[in-house]
C-alpha cells in the first residue's frame, strides 16, 4: 500500500507533537501508570523512539549506535521476534533513565532519521520511517488515553489542560436508509498511507439497512442507566453481563453524580448532547438492544461512509464499537520480519471500532481505518452510532 511521504518537515512536526503533549505535565506525571494496560508519558516517548532506533536506524544507517542492549528490553512492547520484554504491568516503575536520557536519545534518533532521509534512501526506508511516524501518531493518542485513566484515579482529579479537545455534539438526528448489496471494502493499492490490516479491498455482501445520522449522546445514555440498563441482563451478552456483575458497572467510565464528568479538563458538566464516551464494547452492544437497534458492521460503516461522506460526526468524535470482530480480511498477510507483528497477532478476541476520536491525529481519520480493543476496554474513546436492518 503506497506510503505518504516521510519528509524531514513530517518527521519533525510529528516528533515534536509528543513532546508537546507532556508540556503540561509536571515531572511526577510522567511515570503515572494507572492500571496494568496503560502506559506512562515517559515510556511512549521511548517506545516510540525505540521503534526507529531499532526498526530503521540498526539496519539502514551505517555506523548507527543504537541504545543500550538493557534500554532495548525496557521499551520493547510486544515485538517477540526483537527479544525480551519488561513486563507491561511494570512501566510505571521505570523512574529511570531519567528523562533527560531519553529526551537526548530521541534528539540522536531524529538527528539521524533527518539524515537519513536527506540521502534519498530506498523506497522500503522512507516506507519504514513512515510506518514509524504513523505508529508514534498512534502513541500521541494512546499517552492522552492512558494519562486520563491515571488523573482519574487521583482524588484531586487533576486538570491536563483547560483547552484539552472535546468531541462536537449533535446536531442532527433521525436515521439514513442505505441499499445494501455487493460492495468493495478495505483499502487498495493506491491512495495514501494504510496498515496493512486495512487490506486487501475485497467484496461484501450487504442486506439494505439503516444507519443513525448522529452518535449516541450522553443524554442517550442517562436514559438507559434511568431504565435499569445496567441491572437487566436481557441486554447484554452473556460475558458482559458478567464482567457488568464482577466490577460493579452502573454508569459509563469518569462519569461522576450529579450530572459531571471527568475528562482531561478535569470534573465538568456532562453535556446531554455529547456523544458518550468511555464504553466498552458490552455496554455499547447493550444500549443498542435497549433501544432497540444494533450495532452496524464494519462492512455497513464503510460503506455508509462512501454513500454519505459528510456523515455527521463520523470522525473526531469518538471510535465506534462495530459488530465485527477483528479478524485478516481474505487474502491479508502480514509484512515479513519482526514488523510483521504490528497487527496481525492481535486478530483474535478483540472488536473492530471505526472512525476516530476527538484525541486521534487528525490524518488518521480514515474510513478504511480499523481499530481493535478487547470488549470489556472502556478507557478508549469509544462510543456508538445505531443500526438496524433495512
Not at 511512549?44 to 540498526?58: G, I, K, Q, S, Y
Request: one cysteine or more.
Amino acid at each position: 500500500m503506497a506510503p505518504s511521504p516521510a519528509t524531514v518537515d513530517r518527521l519533525r512536526r510529528i516528533r515534536s507533537h509528543s513532546e508537546a503533549l507532556i508540556a503540561p505535565l509536571e515531572p511526577e506525571d510522567l511515570v503515572l501508570q494507572g492500571m496494568a494496560d496503560a502506559s506512562p508519558p515517559k515510556w511512549h516517548l521511548a517506545h516510540t523512539t525505540w521503534f526507529f532506533d531499532t526498526f530503521v536506524l540498526r539496519p539502514h544507517r551505517q555506523g548507527w549506535t543504537p541504545a543500550p542492549d538493557l534500554w532495548q528490553h525496557l521499551f520493547n512492547s510486544y515485538y517477540e521476534a526483537v527479544g525480551s520484554r519488561h513486563p507491561r504491568p511494570q512501566r510505571g516503575l521505570l523512574t529511570r533513565p531519567p528523562m533527560r536520557e531519553i529526551v537526548a536519545w530521541r534528539q540522536r534518533v531524529d538527528r539521524a532519521l533527518e539524515e537519513l532521509l536527506a540521502t534519498d534512501p530506498d523506497p522500503a526506508v522512507t516506507a519504514l520511517v513512515e510506518l514509524g511516524l504513523q505508529h508514534e501518531q498512534q502513541h500521541q493518542e494512546l499517552l492522552l488515553m492512558d494519562l486520563l485513566d491515571g488523573f482519574s484515579r487521583n482524588p484531586l482529579l487533576p486538570v491536563y489542560s483547560p483547552d484539552a479537545p472535546e468531541p462536537p455534539l449533535a446536531a442532527g438526528d433521525g436515521w439514513h436508509a442505505l441499499p445494501g448489496g455487493l460492495v468493495e471494502i478495505g483499502h487498495g493499492s493506491a491512495g495514501g498511507f494504510a496498515f496493512d490490516n486495512e487490506g486487501p479491498r475485497h467484496r461484501v455482501w450487504l442486506e439494505p439497512y439503516r444507519l443513525a445520522a448522529r452518535l449516541v449522546t450522553n443524554a442517550d445514555m442517562e436514559a438507559f442507566v434511568a431504565a435499569g440498563g445496567y441491572r437487566r441482563p436481557e441486554f447484554w451478552m452473556a460475558d458482559g453481563w458478567a464482567v457488568v456483575q464482577q466490577q460493579g458497572w452502573t454508569a459509563p467510565l469518569h462519569w461522576h453524580p450529579e450530572g459531571m464528568e471527568f475528562s482531561l479538563r478535569g470534573l465538568q458538566p456532562r453535556a446531554p448532547e455529547a456523544p458518550v464516551r468511555h464504553l466498552s464494547w458490552y455496554e455499547a452492544d447493550a444500549v443498542a438492544r435497549w433501544a432497540g437497534a444494533r450495532l452496524p458492521t464494519e462492512a455497513e460503516w464503510e460503506q455508509a461512509l462512501r454513500c454519505l461522506p459528510d456523515l455527521e460526526q463520523a470522525f473526531g468524535a469518538v471510535w465506534q464499537w462495530t459488530a465485527s470482530p477483528y479478524r485478516p480480511y481474505p487474502g491479508f498477510a502480514p509484512a515479513a520480519g519482526a514488523v510483521g507483528e504490528y497487527n496481525g497477532k492481535f486478530m483474535s478476541s478483540q472488536m473492530v471500532l471505526r472512525g476516530s476520536s476527538v484525541l486521534t491525529p487528525a490524518d488518521h481519520g480514515r474510513i478504511t481505518y480499523r481499530n481493535f480493543f478487547a470488549p470489556a476496554c472502556r478507557w478508549l474513546v469509544g462510543g456508538l452510532r445505531l443500526a438496524s436492518d433495512g
